[in-house]
């Protein structure tokens, strides 16, 4: 680590950009480094602990993935050594999720005819196909994709998502098979039904989610869903109730290989679903990242996380498994056990491994109903409305999106929905660009400084507490947005619109001041909407000086001409010199330029 001498005498760790053996390989940079004697007894230990929570878990997930349960536990080892070897976090956790496994289900059950052992393969396959998406998206830099991710949208679809698998685990809970449909379909055919429900499978499924409550809540340093397992299996083992059970896991390690029997066509169709699946997990691992990076201080890239979420996922792929992501509740497992490196992961999967070798046959006695609780309790924390509720008091548009995406995922599915969803995030970006915040500014009198005290943001407006009043004779402007063809005419219009509430109010301004230091860019057509206001201005003996010009805009409003028509004596550094100009006595003389605020 970099240090530096401070004045005091001290020295001070300094930031330092992670070498190209980091970006590419993170394995090959830390692992020769790696104090055995140090760290291999805490990572050890949270490999355990989150072994205890990773394999029910998996199972679980295996089963809203409409594929046989050990199909979960083949996709973690290589996967969570992929992950180790590529990922920037030094903690995340790399398997199966409850978000991934819905659209795999989704993906799966579309192409698969309802064959059990095609959907084995194709659920193989997704894995593989969304590896490529995510290497072919870190190779090509794509990582500023993200930044297109609506959060209100994925707020709505993840809230959506979870509330669909837990419906969806109904049928297990209750022992009833549930109809086909959307999942208020499921949730009708679930309670019509009540009068055949298996009621012992409906005891100990609802005893086992009291179970894993309780001991997350007084015991939480205890394996809560290890520990329903284990005695949900034993009373099975000895009292044989009547109740449907996991389907026996084979003993041994699966087979290394690309899938068989895909066709061509099949393959370009995973390939759709692959990119989505691949949206859908990264959002949720990168959510997991960066919440697990904010107490390791990890230096995350988006580009190196899509390279390393795609090795995972084709180890899991070849392994024979499900598509898999970061979870955020397995990592946070992990740090709490002590848990302080990616050998964590290393040593995650060598004992699921070893699970599969040994231990694969104890499932047998594993009850279904439990199964399903156990993905019950791992998807209610995501089902909680919190993030909805949140918006409806922040930003009502953000919310109708968000509202919208969760509607579509319970009335229709995850697919539609996300399609949908995307759509509207680009329909958003362009709304957002087109209608801007604005706001009018005033003054302070006992500073001197300049606050808004209107504002509007889109098509709401309101005022705020600030005191700071209005400058008589001038009207000062921001907009909150790069000047280009999408807002060009919103610009223009809002401040005639401006003019012409004070000529009916009787207080036309002699001056209208636009600050531009949210103005980062002009285009073209934003220059010819600055020129056109002016010559709008004009026609009513109003002024306009601009305030704050950024370089890069006031070199286009050179070549444009907006510099020329207006003056240069019109460009002011701040909006204070522009105020104090715009308000000096009728002499001629105009306040000096400076640079302070």
């Not at 969570?80 to 409850?98: C, D, E, P």
């Not at 999408?486 to 207080?507: D, M, R, T, V």
Request: aromatic share 10%; glycine share 10%; with cysteine.
């Amino acid at each position: 680590m970099t240090t530096q001498t401070t004045t005091a005498g001290q020295s001070r760790p300094m930031p330092q950009a992670p070498s190209t053996l980091e970006r590419w390989f993170p394995i090959g940079a830390w692992l020769p480094k790696y104090e055995w004697g140090k760290f291999l007894t805490a990572d050890l230990i949270a490999a355990v602990s989150v072994a205890a929570l990773l394999i029910p878990e998996s199972m679980g997930y295996a089963t809203v993935a409409g594929v046989p349960v050990q199909i979960g536990l083949y996709a973690a080892p290589l996967a969570l050594i992929g992950y180790a070897m590529f990922g920037g976090s030094k903690l995340l956790v790399f398997a199966a999720a409850g978000s991934v496994a819905a659209v795999s289900a989704s993906v799966v059950g579309n192409l698969s005819g309802g064959d059990q052992s095609t959907a084995v393969a194709l659920a193989a396959a997704l894995a593989l196909v969304t590896g490529v998406v995510f290497v072919f998206a870190g190779l090509a830099r794509l990582g500023w994709i993200t930044n297109f991710m609506s959060k209100a949208i994925m707020a709505g679809f993840i809230l959506g998502m979870s509330i669909q698998i837990i419906v969806g685990q109904f049928g297990k809970l209750f022992g009833v098979t549930l109809a086909d449909g959307n999942t208020f379909e499921k949730l009708w055919s679930a309670i019509s039904q009540i009068g055949d429900w298996n009621w012992t499978a409906t005891v100990i499924g609802v005893g086992a989610l009291l179970l894993i409550v309780a001991i997350q809540r007084f015991i939480p340093k205890l394996p809560a869903a290890l520990t329903a397992v284990v005695i949900s299996s034993v009373i099975v083992a000895v009292a044989g109730p009547n109740i449907d059970l996991v389907a026996e896991i084979p003993k041994g390690l699966p087979s290394f290989g690309i899938p068989s029997g895909i066709d061509g066509s099949t393959w370009l169709s995973l390939l759709a679903g692959g990119a989505v699946v691949a949206l859908v997990g990264f959002s949720e691992g990168w959510g997991a990242s960066a919440n697990i990076s904010r107490k390791t201080h990890d230096q995350l890239d988006t580009n190196q996380e899509f390279r390393a979420y795609g090795v995972g996922n084709i180890g899991a792929g070849l392994l024979g498994g499900m598509v898999v992501t970061g979870s955020l509740s397995k990592s946070s497992s992990a740090m709490a056990a002590g848990g302080r490196t990616q050998m964590t992961n290393i040593f995650l999967a060598g004992i699921l491994l070893l699970t599969l070798l040994f231990l694969a046959p104890l499932f047998q006695w594993l009850p279904e109903t439990v199964l399903a609780v156990i993905v019950i309790n791992a998807m209610s924390g995501s089902a909680n409305p919190r993030k909805l509720k949140l918006l409806w008091h922040i930003d009502r548009p953000d919310f109708a999106l968000g509202f919208i995406t969760f509607f579509l995922v319970l009335a229709l599915d995850l697919l539609p929905a996300m399609i949908v969803g995307i759509v509207l995030s680009v329909i958003y970006v362009i709304y957002r660009m087109s209608f801007p915040g604005r706001s009018i500014l005033g003054r302070v009198a006992d500073t001197g400084d300049f606050e808004s005290i209107a504002w509007q943001y889109g098509q709401r407006s309101g005022t705020t507490d600030s005191k700071a009043e209005p400058v008589p004779g001038v009207i000062m402007f921001r907009f909150a947005a790069p000047l280009i063809f999408s807002n060009a005419e919103s610009f223009k219009n809002g401040l005639e619109q401006l003019l012409i509430k004070a000529g009916a109010e009787g207080e036309l301004p002699n001056t209208v001041v636009v600050d531009c230091e949210e103005l980062m860019y002009v285009d073209d057509t934003g220059a010819s909407a600055i020129k056109d206001f002016f010559n709008y201005a004009q026609r009513y003996e109003v002024e306009l000086s601009l305030a704050r010009v950024h370089s890069g805009a006031h070199k286009l409003l050179e070549l444009t001409g907006v510099i020329d028509e207006i003056g240069e004596a019109r460009i002011y550094d701040t909006v204070r010199h522009a105020v104090d100009a715009a308000t000096a006595p009728a002499t001629g003389m105009q306040a000096e330029k400076g640079t302070d605020a």
